[in-house]
């Protein structure tokens, strides 16, 4: 069914507010020393462990053994506005309470491109899998399982600038199992700001505490694309705008309190004929 209203939303209002976690600090790699010759990391400090990010400009590359996490021991994240990740060689399972991403810029865009396929991003603790947070633009195209124990799947948030237009795109695939919102987009800007939100995944969602995805925004659009079965504690997909809400999805899609939940009103609705009572 499909609830409408209009009382203000907070994330994780189906099951209260959850601390916020900080990711861990890891152990920087500095180099080796061979025969006598010290050799320094060209271009762009390693500072991850076990293996090191390489920063070429406003881009940092993490391949090979990450799973100890990506934070922000890793890379200049001020000054970073790109984070590449592919080509690992093993899961990314950090200790208790750390992130796999953990992305954050007081200002300027975020782009993240995670290429996972062949590996799974397992998290415990109080922490969210995929984080990103800042006042411009985020893109993150993600490909692989996500498991959360304690947190959100992906979680991210903009601000933007007074009077500025700031957007969230969120291209994903693969399982998401996550304890909260299994996709969080919010765009949780000043008054006369606004942001686009799109999310567009391909893959099973479930999150045992609030909503499958959650999307809101203010003066601008919302746009949500699901091709798998969502089941959630909640609704399956909240999705909030003050300019239109365009749902698109094929799959079950299971919630306590419903399976769509839009406080705003919708411009477009597309479905399977099983996916919503």
Known sequence: MIRNGSAPLRRGAAAGERPDASSGLRLALLGTVASGALW???????????????????????????????????????????????????????????????????????????DLSLRTIRVTG?????????????????AGNISSAG???????????????????????????????????????????????????????????????????RAATVSVTTLGNINAAASGILAAADFGVTVSSTGNITGAVGSLHIPSSATSLSRNAATWP
């Open 40 to 114: 320094l990391t060209q271009p762009g400090p390693a500072l991850a462990g076990p293996s090191g990010c390489t920063t070429v400009g406003g881009t940092a590359t993490c391949s090979g053994d990450q799973s100890a996490g990506i934070g922000a021991a890793d890379f200049d994240q001020a000054a970073v506005g790109t984070l590449n990740l592919n080509a690992l060689t093993t899961d990314i399972a950090p200790a208790s309470g750390v992130a796999a991403i953990s992305y954050s810029r007081g200002s300027g865009s975020i782009t993240i491109n995670s």
């Open 151 to 217: 947190g959100a799947g992906i979680y991210v948030t903009t601000t933007g600038g007074f009077f500025g237009t700031t957007d969230i795109r969120i291209t994903s695939s693969g399982t998401i199992d996550a304890y909260s919102d299994g996709i969080h987009a919010r765009y949780q800007g000043p008054g006369g700001s606004n942001g686009n939100i799109v999310v567009a995944h391909t893959g099973d969602i479930t999150s045992r505490t609030t909503y499958g995805v959650f999307a809101e925004t």
């Open 126 to 142: 109080i922490t969210d899998a995929v984080s990103a947070s800042t006042d411009g633009d985020v893109t993150i195209n993600h």
